[in-house]
């Protein structure tokens, strides 16, 4: 997935009211940003931080910039973009880059499923159980080379994953996709402490037969891009971690 138009850098005041950010460009310039995120954003919205931003000239948007990339210590990067994942997925999904979905070649978004849901991704191949793929963003990095999810409480994800161990109790295969959309991981496990009720819900659906993928990214200033398969702590993960 490539931005549309050049990223310019800028340094963050503050986030606040979650969709929002004061900015001040390198000319001195403050700024509001539009922040994607509805998230906590825990060690990636520090003032001070280096970003990039994508700047628009519509006169529909009330504001300028799109608060993109966030810079990391040793010259990495994450994506704080949530809508950005979807995107990158459904690109890799479609050119047969996630190995053990390769096999699907109709891939359709948002198909209503569960009880009033919308599931990301449907695959559907001719002699292939249907695979219901949902996708969650993942930013969050505390110790280690660990990559965490969630960075505060989702009851919503610990509904989809109840969704979909119906769907594999129901004959289809189910896949939840982490994709970990900073530079900087390389494995992944749950935030436990974080959102106890998720992690158990996970270590549920995982005993139920849901496929548990993850996923990294590279990321520049042009773009995020699908990269390699990261490994997922095996343990049960209701037993929480803590940084």
């Not at 138009?5 to 700024?31: N, S, W």
């Not at 996709?177 to 496990?189: G, K, M, N, W």
């Not at 996923?215 to 699908?226: E, H, M, N, S």
């Amino acid at each position: 997935m490539r931005f549309p138009t050049p990223l310019i850098p800028a340094r963050l005041i503050r986030r606040y009211k979650r969709f929002l950010a004061d900015v001040v460009l390198e000319d001195g310039t403050e700024g509001i940003a539009h922040c994607p995120n509805p998230g906590s954003m825990m060690g990636l919205a520090e003032p001070g931080m280096r970003l990039w931003l994508e700047p628009n000239d519509d006169p529909k948007k009330k504001l300028r910039y799109s608060w993109k990339l966030v810079e990391l210590p040793d010259d990495h990067l994450a994506g704080i973009d949530t809508a950005v994942p979807n995107r990158v997925v459904k690109e890799a999904l479609l050119a047969g880059r996630a190995p053990a979905l390769a096999a699907y070649k109709t891939v359709r978004p948002e198909v209503p499923y569960g009880k009033a849901s919308r599931i990301d991704f449907l695959l559907t191949e001719p002699g292939l159980p249907d695979a219901y793929v949902e996708v969650k963003n993942v930013h969050l990095r505390r110790d280690g080379d660990w990559a965490e999810f969630p960075d505060c409480v989702t009851t919503r994800g610990a509904k989809h994953l109840g969704e979909l161990s119906d769907m594999v109790a129901a004959g289809h295969r189910a896949v939840m996709l982490y994709l970990v959309q900073r530079t900087d991981c390389a494995r992944f496990r749950l935030a436990g402490d974080l959102d106890p009720g998720y992690a158990r819900a996970f270590d549920t659906a995982r005993a139920a037969g849901v496929e548990m993928q993850c996923f990294g990214t590279r990321i520049d200033r042009q773009g995020v891009t699908f990269g390699p398969a990261l490994p997922i702590d095996a343990a049960p993960q209701a037993s929480g971690h803590s940084a």
